[in-house]
């Protein structure tokens, strides 16, 4: 996601440059934002309209809508106000899909969900931190890895469409751990790659919506397996 941003140059980049901490501050709350809004929407936000497959249908199909659209703006925007709506635009569909996969596993793990919750938030801050640190100590090598990292994650998301959708069968275990070192490592990449970008205010914003998107993939990821582990 956002692949533009991180070529841009000081002639390509919008707005006027800042300092090295005030762009990981703009980073950092801008996550922040993006996370607090998904637990508003964990919280508080009905999902009783998704009730029969017509609803399920136009729920997926705007989903898409504002997902694509949020990448779109955050690509395009020249000011930090539209690359700002932009990652709401993502924030939101995203949101409800961490709330869809909450509820799905109160509903397979009732007496146990709590703990695999808060565990999976524990190491989801826990692997992206470490993969932060990673990103910004070797920045080459994660660059280096990126089209093996691209195409992996392309044959994984073929794999599920036509196991899954077309001939209907269940996804191994190995697939979720293979989504996972992805979801890293785009994590190592992103970060390691937003330190050669000029330092502006738009390009942080945009910058935090590419890993916003690695961490709730990995977070998701990692709830998967382990409400998985808690059934067996």
Same mark, same amino acid.
């Given at each position: 996601?956002?692949?533009?941003?991180?070529? @841009?140059?000081?002639?390509?980049?919008?707005?006027?440059?800042?300092?090295?901490?005030?762009?990981?501050? =703009?980073?950092?709350?801008?996550?922040?934002?993006?996370?607090?809004?998904?637990?508003?929407?964990?919280?508080? $936000?009905?999902?009783?309209?998704?009730?029969?497959?017509? @609803?399920?249908?136009?729920?997926?199909?705007?989903?898409?809508?504002?997902?694509?659209?949020?990448?779109?703006?955050?690509?395009?925007?020249?000011?930090?106000?539209?690359?700002?709506?932009?990652?709401?635009?993502?924030?939101?569909?995203?949101?409800? $899909?961490?709330?869809?996969?909450?509820?799905?596993?109160?509903?397979?793990?009732?007496?146990?969900?709590?703990?695999?919750?808060?565990?999976?938030?524990?190491?989801?801050?826990?692997?992206?931190?470490?993969?932060?640190?990673?990103?910004?100590?070797?920045?080459?090598?994660?660059?280096?890895?990126?089209?093996?990292?691209?195409?992996?994650?392309?044959?994984?998301?073929?794999?599920?469409?036509?196991?899954?959708?077309?001939? @209907?069968? =269940?996804?191994?275990?190995?697939?979720?751990?293979?989504?996972?070192?992805?979801f890293c490592g785009y994590i190592g990449v992103d970060w390691g790659r937003s330190s050669a970008i000029p330092k502006t205010t738009c390009n942080a914003i945009s910058v935090a919506a590419g890993i916003y998107i690695?961490?709730?993939?990995?977070?998701?990821?990692?709830?998967?397996?382990?409400? @998985?582990r808690g059934r067996d």
């Amino acid at each position: 996601m956002t692949t533009n941003v991180f070529q @841009r140059t000081l002639t390509t980049s919008p707005g006027c440059e800042i300092s090295e901490s005030r762009f990981h501050l =703009t980073l950092g709350l801008t996550l922040f934002w993006g996370f607090f809004v998904n637990y508003l929407i964990v919280q508080f $936000a009905p999902i009783s309209f998704l009730s029969t497959p017509g @609803r399920v249908i136009l729920f997926f199909i705007a989903y898409f809508v504002l997902a694509f659209s949020g990448i779109r703006m955050v690509e395009k925007a020249t000011t930090p106000f539209p690359a700002f709506i932009g990652y709401n635009l993502l924030v939101l569909p995203l949101g409800f $899909a961490v709330k869809i996969a909450i509820l799905s596993l109160e509903l397979s793990n009732p007496t146990v969900y709590q703990s695999i919750l808060q565990t999976t938030i524990l190491y989801t801050g826990g692997i992206t931190l470490c993969m932060m640190i990673l990103g910004s100590s070797f920045p080459k090598f994660f660059r280096g890895i990126l089209p093996i990292l691209t195409i992996s994650l392309l044959l994984v998301i073929a794999f599920e469409l036509i196991g899954g959708l077309i001939l @209907r069968q =269940t996804m191994p275990p190995v697939l979720d751990w293979i989504v996972l070192l992805i979801f890293c490592g785009y994590i190592g990449v992103d970060w390691g790659r937003s330190s050669a970008i000029p330092k502006t205010t738009c390009n942080a914003i945009s910058v935090a919506a590419g890993i916003y998107i690695d961490i709730v993939n990995l977070f998701l990821t990692i709830l998967r397996i382990l409400s @998985r582990r808690g059934r067996d």
